[in-house]
């Protein structure tokens, strides 16, 4: 099986340097074969990744220990389903599967346009395969996954226990379709570059793959935040490591893209800036690689370091050389045919935005690479750990919260004072009050106050944008209100996608505001049998029981919790202790309401098992951070359902494709 | 074997952990050096080598009557620098800490300066050709008027 995986991935790296060369030459030449054949070498490259990976699933599930990784990743006592997941366990089967999922996409991204965007479509191939053939051939050259042992040993080392946990089998994956599906809208933006079809074509034929890479970005992050609150067992779920900061530094840039682009859909304008942010978001999402990999910023994530940081680096500076060289080619033909009316409107209100987006951005950037900086520089080693993001990020985040009330109640073009003073008297008024009651009610964090005020007015701006519309649509369609609003969404699911996905993020700002500021935290020594009060709650110690299977060696502690006398709740909050690799780990346990998180950590167990220490927290508002993820699910969703109606201009597009396909048959 | 194990835990847990409650300030102050790159107060690790014997350290001199900023000296100079969660406010290490508002005042300039030159420009194009010469202000109105309905 291993010559079959090896043969794939060396042929894989055939396969996509041919579409490379195909699909240039023959959109050069415009010599339709040689793009088809191109085309057909993007969809050979998925199925010979596909076979090995397969065959490295194989083999991880049959324990086929002659294979390295297999027995640095797993053991016999791996349940099934981390054996599956231990494909990304490490860092050549992460490779595997990143290409894996890069190929498919592209795949998935030719189909789609299999009868459209003829002209763009060679140089989108060629731009997806250049960097599917980078990754395939640290595969074949460097990293080799299907490497043999000198010897078979009779168990595997086993995946980190840290990784053994639901939400670690669908972090990877989602984050790693994340960053894979920039290379789609980036592919578009060199297409067009290359091409010279330079109006918003590729932005339009690539939205719904930024808006799915936005989103699988997000859901990743959001995934490893709960990973981080359910395993690792500190209370917290985001510790600004440089990985985590890897994965949010492409987020934010293209959050602030997918911002920018309505601008150029619609007024023509910033041609250039959505060309240097989808650049941008691209080249961070091989940076966030290369930080994960390279080890040169000591992070916690160390399960897929390796020696590849200078390969990454190098790819990073070619895609950024190349990416700017073809930009400053067609700078004279990006002037925008639109103009600017008023510096006050949505149009600036959405360029602020983008401003304190990339703000985030950079303060995130600067934060991480800082240490290396410092030693470079000075030659002191420096720490830039989570306070100095916190305080840093926390502003910017606040005026990120007001810019998003206001971007969607401002003018287009211009904005007089009299229609501004109309406009944001009610939401500011409630703003006001909503800051007022938190403060009577004894808020007296700054950032708190502010937050609940702001949340109050974007909350406020949303419902007025839902109401007005479906008043409106009332007045034209003689509905009732409700269904006149579910035909508002209907028809305008990109606006109003966009709206709950506000929403979402409202509820993550105040849940992230409040857990952090307002967190109970203490630590109790008892007896079983003894009760201890943390906040209004009262937990009892029932005492411990052993919980061990072969795999693992389990002792959990039973809590029954009380609330006004009332019990609500049993926790069993565990100490595990893994026996390959010989590694402890806590299992934390935690009753959730939408008020707040009782959140219990076993500490340790006394010698004769006479007495535990728990640490507990009690996290405000926690939940609202998980419930938010949802609603952006939901917001996105919105936005990604095909419309019935296409747009006019999109059926134009379809007739000139049709018209190009003619030309070059 | 399960009872070794289980064993293992109260040997390597006990007393370990979470046993002390530092005060949270000056443990916040402190990073973690056993890697997890979080700060000595929010270390997760069970028995970590540095959290544990530091958050002990921390609450004894506190007792003793030491200061937040004697302590986190005291550390300064066994470990350097990099025993702190966050850079100092002095030197070199100002640039961490006002480098992204230096970077985004600087784009907020640029972009305000930007947008009034297109404005202006655009302000300019629009007396030059633009049919408003004959237009009356009932109609001017009009216009913003209808392209409100377009835009909203």
């Known amino acids: ?665 | 074997m399960t009872r070794l194990a289980v064993l293992a835990i109260v040997f390597l847990t006990f007393g370990a952990g979470v046993a002390s409650a530092g005060p949270r300030e000056v443990e916040e102050r402190l990073a973690c050096q056993c890697g997890c790159g979080l700060t000595v107060h929010t270390c997760n690790h069970l028995q970590c080598s540095f959290a544990v014997p530091v958050r002990e350290d921390v609450a004894k001199s506190l007792a003793a009557g030491q200061s937040e900023d004697e302590i986190i000296a005291r550390y300064v100079a066994e470990y350097g620098e990099k025993v702190l969660s966050s850079p100092t406010h002095e030197g070199f290490n100002l640039l961490a800490w006002w480098g992204p508002y230096g970077a985004l005042l600087l784009g907020a300039a640029t972009l305000t300066l930007a947008m009034r030159r297109i404005a202006r420009r655009s302000a300019v194009m629009t007396s030059e050709t633009g049919p408003t010469d004959t237009a009356t202000p009932e109609l001017r109105a009009r216009l913003e008027r209808e392209l409100e309905k377009v835009d909203s």
Request: hydrophobic share 50%; net charge positive; proline share 4%.
């Open chain 1, 1 to 665: 099986m291993v010559i079959v995986g090896n043969l794939a991935l060396h042929l894989a790296l055939g396969t996509s340097l041919y579409a490379v060369f195909a699909s240039v030459y023959g959109a050069q030449r415009r010599h339709a074969a040689f793009t088809a054949s191109g085309r057909h070498a993007a969809f050979a490259t998925v199925g010979l990744i596909a076979i090995a990976s397969a065959v490295m699933v194989h083999a991880l599930v049959v324990h086929d220990f002659s294979i390295k990784y297999v027995a640095s990743y797993s053991s016999t006592t791996l349940p099934l389903r981390y054996r599956i997941a231990a494909l990304w366990g490490g860092m050549e089967g992460s490779l595997l599967f990143w290409v894996l999922l890069l190929a498919s996409l592209t795949a998935l991204a030719l189909v789609q346009n299999r009868d459209r965007n003829l002209e763009l479509m060679p140089y989108v191939t060629a731009t997806c395969m250049t960097v599917a053939a980078f990754f395939v051939s640290l595969l074949v050259f460097i990293t080799p996954p299907f490497a043999k042992l000198a010897f078979v040993p009779a168990e595997g080392t086993d995946l980190n226990p840290l990784l053994q946990n639901y939400w670690m089998s669908i972090h990877p994956p989602s984050l790693y379709l994340g960053y894979v599906s920039w290379t789609i809208p980036f592919g578009f933006a060199i297409a067009a570059l290359a091409t010279g079809r330079l109006d918003d074509l590729w932005i339009r034929t690539s939205r719904r793959w930024a808006l799915a890479a936005w989103f699988f970005l997000a859901l990743g992050n959001l995934f490893g935040a709960r990973w981080a609150y359910e395993v690792l067992g500190w209370g917290g779920y985001w510790a600004w490591d440089p990985v985590e900061n890897a994965a949010f530094m492409p987020w934010l840039t293209g959050t602030a893209y997918l911002h920018s682009v309505m601008i150029q859909e619609r007024k023509d304008m910033l041609k250039v800036w959505n060309l240097c942010l989808i650049i941008l978001t691209f080249a961070l999402t091989i940076f966030g690689t290369f930080l994960t990999r390279s080890g040169v910023i000591s992070s916690v994530h160390s399960f897929t370091q390796s020696g590849l940081g200078p390969y990454f680096l190098g790819f990073l500076g070619a895609v950024l050389a190349v990416s700017i060289a073809l930009l400053v080619r067609r700078l004279g033909e990006l002037k925008p045919s639109h103009r600017l009316d008023s510096v006050v409107s949505r149009e600036s209100a959405f360029l602020f935005n983008n401003l304190i987006l990339l703000g985030i951005a950079f303060a995130t950037f600067w934060g991480t690479v800082f240490p290396v900086l410092s030693e470079w520089v000075r030659g002191v080693k420096i720490t830039v750990g989570p306070p100095f993001f916190n305080q840093v990020n926390a502003p910017l985040g606040i005026m990120l919260l007001f810019l998003m009330g206001v971007g969607p109640i401002v003018a287009w073009r211009r904005a007089t004072v009299a229609k501004l003073v109309r406009t944001f008297a009610i939401p500011t008024s409630v703003g006001l009050v909503a800051g007022g009651i938190a403060f009577a009610l004894g808020m007296r964090s700054l950032s708190a106050v502010l937050v609940t005020s702001l949340a109050a007015f974007v909350l406020q701006t949303i419902a007025h944008e839902f109401h007005r519309g479906a008043r409106a649509r009332m007045a034209m369609t003689s509905d009732g209100y409700l269904t006149a609003m579910l035909g508002l969404v209907g028809r305008n699911r990109r606006r109003y996608g966009g709206y709950v996905v506000h929403l979402g993020v409202v509820f993550m700002f105040l849940g992230v505001t409040m857990s952090s500021v307002y967190r109970v935290e203490e630590i109790h020594t008892v007896k079983p049998g003894a009760s201890f009060n943390v906040g209004d709650f009262e937990l009892r110690y029932d005492g411990v029981r052993d919980l061990s299977d072969d795999h693992v060696a389990r002792l959990a502690a039973d809590l029954t919790v009380h609330r006004d006398g009332r019990e609500i709740a049993s926790l069993h909050p565990e100490k595990r202790f893994y026996k390959r690799p010989e590694q402890p780990a806590t299992e934390v346990d935690y009753r959730s309401t939408l008020s707040e998180d009782l959140y219990v950590i076993l500490g340790s167990i006394g010698e004769d098992r006479s007495t535990a220490t728990f640490q507990v927290y009690i996290n405000p508002l926690v939940a609202w951070l998980w419930i938010g993820g949802v609603v952006l699910v939901i917001g996105t969703g919105i936005c990604v359902l095909p419309t019935r109606f296409r747009r006019a201009t999109e059926r134009v597009e379809d007739t000139e494709a049709a018209r190009t396909r003619g030309r070059l048959a």
